[in-house]
């Protein structure tokens, strides 16, 4: 059999090694100067104010959510995504609100959070489904009427647009992810972004056990006297990067938007190869979006969903289900609701292989994969008719 064809793989290569080992060099691997150098670069190049780099996205969202104060308030927000976006929300002490998706983007329908805003509604949680942008201006127009927060889950959108406006910097606060298979990864890793100087000293402090004066601060050349007394303001969390995981930020930060180009041509070339063929069809891309193209995602008949799962696992094809809605699981039946579209497309979606450095003979299988099982689908049920 030909080599295995993953669905996603790192864009590493020498100048990320070359880093690496100017920082091993260094003698310091904690949160420290590379870190700091990370956070500037990063808010510079998506022009938000302020970014304080993290561990994970998943500890983004936790912060975001203390620090938009949900505690024991409901906060609307998506099934369609990793179950790490409404954990935070739990972990916040917040109520998950479940709301409905559009069918052609996986994108939380703005109608849909209009519709279940209610007294005690504290935030609205947008995912940036696969990198393409939801539709924010009503979001936004929605927070601002009713006084809500808006924090954006843009682990999947490094590099999307909306508008021509940068994903997770329209809102409150942005969180993103650099976890392996991500558009820029530091192996794992995160981000959030805000432009409120208040917000971003109170989550520094959080990521840090609460406290007030980060170590490298006080430990940095020309600190002053007494540099290592700090006080503890609050409790707070271990959650923040270290300079070997933002040293890998900076190199990926600089490689992130071509490698978002290729993606792009990559999809493009996806939506040539299976436009008109019976069966089978990738995400729409709205006029407003720009996606960061983060997964390829195709879409067939729920039925067929399985079978062409295994059907690309038999012929050495890597593939996945993004994602098992939430509100399904046991620990969400608390705040189970009918999400009807949801509900309907989850059971139609897989996500083929997408990545920097896919060959063109490796997209070539996927591809002719793909459109031998749909040929093969439509014979069975021309036959069956026939027999009919």
């Given at each position: ?13 020498d100048?990320e ?7 091993l060099?260094s003698g310091?691997v904690?949160?420290g ?5 990370f ?10 104010r302020?970014a ?7 500890a983004a969202?936790?912060l975001?959510?203390l620090?938009?104060e949900?505690?024991?308030q ?5 099934a369609?995504?990793f179950?790490?976006?409404n ?6 002490g917040?109520?998950p609100?479940?709301?409905?998706i559009?069918a052609?983007?996986l994108?939380v ?6 519709r279940k805003?209610t ?14 942008a939801c539709d924010?201006?009503?979001v ?10 808006v ?10 647009l909306?508008?021509g406006?940068?994903?997770?910097t ?12 991500k ?5 794992d890793?995160?981000m959030l972004?805000?432009?409120d100087?208040e ?17 490298w601060?006080r430990?940095?050349?020309?600190r002053p ?11 707070g ?19 992130v938007?071509?490698?978002n ?7 493009a070339r ?7 063929l019976?069966?089978v069809?990738?995400?729409a891309e ?6 960061s ?6 879409r067939?008949?729920p ?11 038999r ?5 996945n289900?993004?994602y098992?809605p ?5 620990l969400?039946?608390?705040y ?9 497309e ?22 002719d ?11 069975s ?7 009919a």
């Open positions: 059999m030909d080599e295995r064809i993953p669905l996603a793989r790192p864009n590493f290569g100048d090694v070359a880093a690496l080992q100017q920082t060099a310091w904690g949160s100067p590379r870190t700091a150098e956070e500037q670069r990063f808010a510079e190049q998506v022009g938000a302020h304080i780099a993290l561990n994970s996205a998943s969202l936790h975001a959510m620090a938009a949900v505690d024991g409901e906060v609307l927000t998506t369609m995504t179950v790490s976006t954990h935070a929300i739990l972990l916040g917040g109520r609100v479940f709301c409905d559009e052609d983007t994108n329908n703005p109608q849909e959070l209009a805003v007294p005690t509604t504290r935030a609205l949680v947008v995912v940036h489904y696969g990198g393409h924010m201006d009503p936004l127009e929605l927070a601002r009427e009713h006084g809500l927060w924090i954006e889950d843009n682990a999947h959108g490094c590099g999307g909306y508008r406006r940068q994903l997770g329209l809102g409150h606060m942005g969180c993103y992810s650099f976890q392996a298979t558009n820029m990864t530091t192996g890793g995160g972004v805000t432009n100087p917000l971003a000293a109170r989550v520094r402090r959080l990521r840090w056990m609460g406290i007030s004066r980060p170590t601060e430990f940095r050349p020309g006297r007494r540099s290592w007394m700090y006080d503890v303001e609050e409790v969390f271990k959650y923040e990067m270290n300079d070997l995981a933002a040293t890998l930020g900076l190199v990926q930060l600089g490689k938007a071509a490698a180009e290729e993606r792009r041509r990559l999809v996806y939506r040539a190869a299976f436009a008109g019976t069966g069809e990738l995400l709205r006029e407003y979006a720009r996606s193209c983060y997964n390829a995602v195709v067939v008949a039925e067929a969903r399985d079978e062409l799962c295994e059907y690309l696992d012929h050495g094809i890597d593939s289900v993004h098992y939430n509100h399904l699981l046991p969400y039946r608390p189970t609701t009918r999400l009807p579209v949801t509900e309907s989850w059971r139609r979606i897989l996500s083929i292989p997408l990545f920097p450095g896919l060959r063109p003979d490796q997209q070539d299988r996927v591809i994969c793909v459109r031998e099982f749909a040929a093969a689908r439509v014979g049920a021309a036959a069956g008719q026939a027999r």
